[in-house]
Structures are given as C-alpha cells and as structure tokens.
C-alpha cells in the first residue's frame, strides 16, 4: 500500500524568522544568529514575500561598517529580488531532487504571494530519513 507523499506544509517550520526591507544589517545578523539560519525571507506589511537576504549577502557590508566606519545599511539595499520559494504542496522528495541542482540551504514557503514558512535543507534531511525507518 502506497502512502501520500509528505508535503513541505508537514514539515516546515510556520512561525519563521522573516525581516522587512526596512531592517537594519545589524537586526537581521543578530536575528540569524538567535534563530541559527543561514538567511531569512524579506517580507512587505502585508507578508508578501520580496526578497531574501543571507549571511554572505551581507558579509561584505557588516565587515565595511564594523571596522571601515562605513554606513550601516538596511536590507532593502542588500537583499536579492530573485527567491527560489516553494509551495506547500510540494512533494519534499520532489523537492529534494530540486536541492540536487540548486544550492539553497534555506527556501521560503509561499502560498498565495504570501509568506506561510521556511523549510531548510536540514528539514528535508530530517524527513527524508525518517521515511527511510518506516
């Protein structure tokens, strides 16, 4: 017998981590670091994802204004427009697949434009291998 494939929505964590374009690179190092994520989605007011934003999106930046004195800077300034996101329909085997050729550790949930979760590629490990003891 045959079970239902296990969807992102089953696995994914709901109640992320998420930052605004307004958020300052200080803000979202020290929300990366208390969350232990790699990068976080840009959301609008209305939870609408925008953009994402990772460590090494601001590496260079945080670097410059820590011991350059340069300007601190905000994540709109920083964040990539481009997001590989997924629904939460989506099968994680398909997904996992998906990971064999794309490298994101971290993919926005979307439904409907909005902002619904994150899951991680520790997450798909994590399933993936309990599946493997059913």
Known sequence: ??????????????????????????????GLALHRLPGAPVVDEHDHLVGFISEQDVLGKLLDSTYHCGEPALVRELMRH???????G???V???QEM???KPK???VVDRERLVG????????GAL?????S
Do not use: H
């Open 129 to 133: 291998s309990s599946m493997r003891g």
């Open 118 to 125: 994150i899951v991680t590629r520790r997450d798909i490990l």
């Open 82 to 88: 481009e997001v590989l996101s997924v629904s939460p």
């Open 106 to 108: 971290i993919y926005p």
């Open 1 to 30: 017998m045959n079970k239902a494939p296990v969807t992102v929505s089953e696995i994914m964590s709901k109640d992320c981590f998420r930052v605004t374009g307004g958020t300052s690179v200080a803000s979202l190092v020290d």
């Open 100 to 102: 064999l050729g794309q």
């Open 94 to 96: 398909d997904l996992a």
């Open 90 to 92: 989506k099968s994680i």
